[in-house]
């Protein structure tokens, strides 16, 4: 049987007729799995606690996404999130059913619907989720009809629009825009490009104020890996939205008294924290989490392995990783946070998250456009650690490991990025002349690296190691 309404047991069904008594209070823009085990879950949970009294409203931003809206549909909005990992070492593995969705419309063909919500003043919230490019402005004509813009930002604009029409500067005009996009100060960026749209389509002057007056754009960070539910444990029904989530969850957001009054997370115990600067949130991410991915992903590769799992199973990579985080990026980090508590707990939670059975991630993946997230991920870092701990010898060996991935005759150690061919380029038979050549392209990591104390010779080192004795051995003599 499908999972709906009539496929649930009679405590669940009766749970499934309270929410159906709570009004639509949230618009999501956003169908995939991501917001499934993230957002909706926490405000399943929100509402379980009676703190929240609200439900969602899916939109598909793209038309790719309405095979999704259909599912929701015939499922009544409902799905299950797959709990399972570890936590504080225990294993986890739970399923529950996540009755958040009040309405999922598609954004073509119901896009007048969609606008309908904007006159509520119940609805109080904006989410979204549509990826990095999904924050882009890109030129949109003025929308006339039934057929929506084709931009997610597009879209907001004529759906914020909608509500000054019909709402005005009255009270309960007000609404509060979260995009969950990992970009940046990502509310910013958002409310820029919707300005710009305002402007373009003349929207006039009291708009563009009323904008600034009574709409809310909130920067956020969002940490949570979700991946799609691969049949285990098995469910008695079937359920095409199913998505499988690590124990671990992260919501930043940088916002105003009413967010936090009408999202009361923590109130209900859930990992949200509310901060008027999100920056160690994003900063610890970035660098423990993100730059660890970074720096373990291409040396798995050439040590022939395919997870995250499999890499911190590694009897000599696994120690790398370890000594990587709490010798090199904690260290190097410690002096840019306001709460150094916080980022070395982050930092022993990223190595639990990573010894997770349960999730395939993989290195591949991860690999992608290594050479770029290098610059951002890595870099920055290891300027810090030869600056503030007086030890980058793995951060080194983590940047030579990626442009070693690129070298002629190594290809499936790499995963495709942009900068490959001027990274290749750079190889020559001599370690010494290609190591002077790729660290001194100020192109390819922002700096030029051979300036920086013992990078030069620390990645020689390890590159002559590494094609001498191989990868595992180069790193075992770190």
Not at 73 to 81: A, I, S
Not at 234 to 255: K, N, S
Not at 279 to 286: G, T, V
Not at 333 to 352: C, N, W, Y
Request: hydrophobic share 45%.
């Amino acid at each position: 049987m499908r999972l709906c309404a009539a496929a649930l047991d009679a405590d669940a069904r009766a749970a499934f007729e309270r929410n159906q008594a709570m009004p639509i209070r949230v618009v999501q823009i956003g169908e995939g799995i991501f917001l499934r085990g993230f957002l909706d879950w926490l405000v399943h949970r929100l509402n379980q606690s009676g703190r929240f009294h609200g439900r969602i409203a899916v939109v598909n931003p793209r038309p790719s996404g309405a095979h999704h809206i259909h599912d929701f549909q015939v499922q009544d909005g409902l799905f299950t999130v797959v709990t399972r990992g570890l936590d504080k070492g225990a294993p986890v593995e739970r399923a529950e059913v996540v009755m958040s969705i009040g309405r999922a419309l598609e954004s073509t063909h119901e896009w007048a619907q969609v606008l309908d919500l904007a006159r509520d003043p119940q609805v109080e919230i904006v989410v979204s989720n549509t990826t990095e490019l999904g924050l882009r402005y890109e030129p949109s004509p003025p929308p006339t009809g039934d057929a929506p813009p084709a931009t997610f930002p597009a879209k907001l604009t004529q759906y914020l629009h909608r509500r000054y029409e019909a709402l005005g500067w009255q009270e309960a005009s007000r609404l509060i825009v979260v995009p969950c996009e990992l970009i940046d100060d990502n509310g910013r960026e958002l409310s820029a490009v919707v300005r710009r749209h305002a402007s373009d389509w003349a929207l006039g002057a009291d708009f563009e104020r009323w904008l600034e007056a009574r709409v809310e754009f909130c920067d956020t960070l969002v940490d949570r890996i979700v991946t799609p539910y691969t049949g285990r444990p098995a469910l008695p029904y079937e359920d095409e939205l199913a998505v499988t989530v690590e124990p671990y969850c992260l919501f930043a957001i940088r916002g105003s008294e009413r967010i936090r009054d009408l999202w009361p997370f923590s109130e209900a115990g859930l990992p949200v924290h509310y901060a008027d600067d999100i920056r160690d949130f994003r900063l610890q991410k970035l660098r423990a989490l993100n730059g660890t991915h970074t720096a373990l992903a291409n040396l798995g590769l050439m040590a022939g392995l395919s997870t995250v799992f499999e890499v911190m199973r590694h009897p000599v990579l696994s120690l790398f990783v370890r000594d990587l985080v709490s010798s090199e990026i904690v260290p190097a980090t410690i002096q840019r946070v306001r709460q150094p508590e916080m980022l070395r707990t982050f930092a022993r939670d990223v190595l639990e998250r990573f010894q997770n059975p349960f999730l395939e991630h993989q290195l591949r993946s991860i690999a992608t456009n290594a050479i770029s997230k290098a610059r951002i991920r890595l870099i920055p870092t290891l300027l810090d650690a030869v600056t503030n701990a007086g030890d980058a010898r793995r951060l080194t060996a983590a940047v030579a490991a990626v442009c070693l991935a690129y070298r002629p005759g190594l290809e499936d150690a790499a995963g495709p990025d942009p900068a490959a061919d001027r990274l290749r380029a750079h190889w020559q038979e001599d370690v010494g002349a290609s190591a002077r050549a790729i660290l001194s392209d100020a192109e390819l990591w922002s700096i030029d690296l051979t300036q920086v104390p013992g990078v030069l010779d620390g990645w020689i080192r390890f590159v002559e190691r590494a094609q001498q004795e191989g990868p595992v051995h180069a790193v075992a003599s770190l």
